[in-house]
Each structure stands twice: as structure tokens, then as C-alpha cells.
């Protein structure tokens, strides 16, 4: 069977920025392809292209069997598209929204009714459908958005930050209908800047300065990137660790919000060896837990990664 995405080599230029640098993969049917990147790493130039929206600059694209390159105009059928800004009207209620989107689908009448209400309820919105959609707080114009991209039944959505700005709570729950819609047999692409929720996804792309660096499962990406054991210091500097540990045995020491992650090697020391080790050198009130390696980590790596590769390019005299 063909893939439900597959991009080839794709590139996309703004004069003589490269927003998109030659990016390939392929997304399975069913499957939720999470696209993670920094601001302006390329993520909604790539969404835009593969949604017949932006025309490419090189490279091959198809979408559900539809090559997003020759026929632009056909692919927007057989997709939904949640963009950055949802493009909702404010001043119409719930279920008018819908039927503005059912119009521009071609779905009217017995048809659109019943479409209407298998998404209200799919999406939780039943009780909402009269209402204002001005009025309705943020997480709720999000479900909204996304009943809008899916009410023609594409089999592929993209979905462009639709999470960003909402509550956690209400996050939690898009995320359980995501989940349901690729349960239903929809592709779901999707790009977030939260990597927490990048978990939620079965394989992730990295996206840095127009390239994807990395793509894997979530838990693959953590092997590769962050092999070893990750411990969350409290009340110690870098330097008081590197002073505990053999410099050997430690991979990297970054800042973990107000804790810093010591990412050491497996036979590098367990927590109760380096608290131990701490408190001997002196230090009061530290803490030492171990950590589960997240895909934050999993960036930090793999942005430093990269910027390591262009340094050397450069000193080798091999920069672009
Ligand atoms: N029409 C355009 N003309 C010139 N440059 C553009 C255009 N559209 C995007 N860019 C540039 O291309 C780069 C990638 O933009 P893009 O919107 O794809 O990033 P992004 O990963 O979606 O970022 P964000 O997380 O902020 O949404 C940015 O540097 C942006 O300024
Ligand atoms: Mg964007």
C-alpha cells in the first residue's frame, strides 16, 4: 500500500533563504507524524506545500495518492487543514461555522446534517452547537477548528499548532481525539513546540533551520540521541557535579528548568552515588532523582548536534 504522505528531496526557497532544504519522508496511513521544530524552522512552509497551498521550489510530494506538485487543486479535497491562526468566524455560532466549511466542500443538505452531527459529538461539541463561537474559550475553538478540517472525512488532516495558546487540560483531551481520529484510519500530521506532547505522536521529525535531522519514534529518538541515564539535580552547579564525577563518565549537564539534567554514560553513577558524592564535597540541601530522557532532551542534542556539524564544515572551509 502507498504511504498516505511521501516527500521526496522537497525544497522550498524565499529568495535566497532555504525555508525548506531538501526534506524526505513518508507518513503511514493511520499514523500521527508529529513535526517539531524551532520558530521558523520550516514546519508551516512544509505543511502549506504538501496542502496545495505554497508552490514548491524543488522536489516531489504526494499526498493520499495525489501528487501535491502537478495537482495543487485536487489535493485540497482530499485533505483537512487546521492553519497556525484557525481561520473561524467569530461572529457566527458553532454549527453555522460548520456549514461555512460544508459549503466550501461541496456538502449541503441531508448530507452536511448528518456529517454535522457525527463531528459535534465526535468532538464534544453538542451542547455547544447554537452557541456564539466568539464567546467560547479557547480550548472549545480548537475542537471547533478541528471538526471544521475533518467534517469531509479527508483521509489525511494537517493540523498547525492546534495547541498552541490552549490550557493543558484541554490539550490533554485534543490529544485523546487525535488519537481517535487516527484510530479511525486518518493520517494526522501535526507540528507543536511542545515537546511533551510530541510523546503523544508515533514518529516525530525534527525540523532545524529548514532540515529534518532527525525522525523516529519517540522512544527511538531517545536511545539514539541520549543513550545512557539521565539524573535531575537540585541545589548543585555544573561545576560541583563535574567536580563529583569523573569527567569520563558524563555526557552533558544542561538546565532543566530550575534543576539541571546531568545526562551521564550507563556505567556512570546512580542517583544515590552522586548525592553521596555531593554532600561529601560539602554541598547542603542537594537533591539527586533519577529522570526519564525526554525529547527535549532528544533537541537539545540534536540542535547541538547540528551546530557542531557546521562548525566543522566551516573550519574545513565547507560552509554554504
Ligand atoms: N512568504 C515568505 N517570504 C519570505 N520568507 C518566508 C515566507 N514564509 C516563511 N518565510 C520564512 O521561512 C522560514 C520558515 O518559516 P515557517 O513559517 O515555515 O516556520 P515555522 O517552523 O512554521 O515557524 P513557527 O514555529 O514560528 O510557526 C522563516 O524564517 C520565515 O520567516
Ligand atoms: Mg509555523
Redesign the pocket.
Known amino acids: 500500500m502507498s504511504a498516505a504522505i511521501r516527500v521526496n528531496n522537497l525544497t522550498?526557497r524565499?529568495?535566497d533563504?532555504v525555508?525548506?532544504r531538501e526534506v524526505s519522508f513518508a507518513v503511514d496511513r493511520g499514523e500521527i507524524f508529529g513535526y517539531l521544530?524551532?520558530?521558523?524552522?520550516?514546519?508551516?512552509?512544509?505543511?502549506?506545500i504538501l496542502c496545495g497551498l505554497?508552490a514548491a521550489s524543488a522536489g516531489e510530494a504526494s499526498v493520499a495518492g495525489v501528487d501535491v506538485i502537478k495537482q495543487p487543486d485536487e489535493v485540497r479535497r482530499v485533505i483537512g487543514y487546521m492553519s497556525?491562526k484557525f481561520s473561524l468566524y467569530l461572529d457566527l455560532t458553532v454549527s453555522e461555522n460548520l456549514e461555512f466549511f460544508a459549503g466550501a466542500y461541496g456538502l449541503s443538505g441531508r448530507t452536511f446534517r448528518a456529517r454535522r452531527d457525527e463531528v459535534l459529538q465526535q468532538l464534544d461539541l453538542t451542547s455547544q452547537g447554537d452557541e456564539l463561537t466568539g464567546l467560547l474559550p479557547g480550548g472549545i475553538r480548537q475542537r471547533l477548528a478541528l471538526a471544521c478540517a475533518v467534517l469531509h472525512r479527508p483521509q489525511v488532516v494537517f493540523l498547525?499548532?492546534p495547541t498552541a495558546g490552549v490550557a493543558p487540560e484541554a490539550r490533554r483531551r485534543f490529544w485523546r481525539l487525535i488519537r481517535d481520529l487516527a484510530d479511525s484510519g486518518t493520517t494526522v500530521f501535526v507540528?507543536t513546540?511542545y515537546l511533551d506532547e510530541a510523546e503523544y505522536c508515533d514518529r516525530v521529525g525534527l525540523?532545524v533551520a529548514?532540515a529534518l535531522s532527525a525522525l523516529d519514534t519517540p522512544s527511538g529518538l531517545k536511545r539514539r540521541f541520549v543513550p545512557g541515564r539521565m539524573l535531575e539535580v537540585l541545589g548543585a552547579s555544573a561545576e560541583d557535579i563535574r567536580g563529583a564525577v569523573p569527567e569520563h563518565r558524563i555526557v552533558s549537564i544542561e538546565p532543566f528548568g530550575a534543576a539541571l539534567h546531568a545526562h551521564v554514560k550507563e556505567e556512570g553513577p546512580r542517583a544515590q552515588e552522586l548525592l553521596a558524592a555531593l554532600q561529601n564535597s560539602g554541598l547542603k540541601g542537594v537533591s539527586v532523582i533519577d529522570a526519564e530522557v525526554t525529547l527535549e532532551d532528544v533537541f537539545l542534542r540534536v540542535v547541538q548536534q547540528d551546530s557542531g556539524q557546521s562548525r566543522e564544515q566551516q573550519s574545513q572551509g565547507g560552509a554554504r
Open positions: 522550498r524565499f529568495g533563504f525555508a525548506v521544530g524551532a520558530n521558523g524552522a520550516g514546519k508551516s512552509t512544509t505543511i502549506r505554497l497556525q498547525d499548532e507540528t513546540h525540523m529548514g
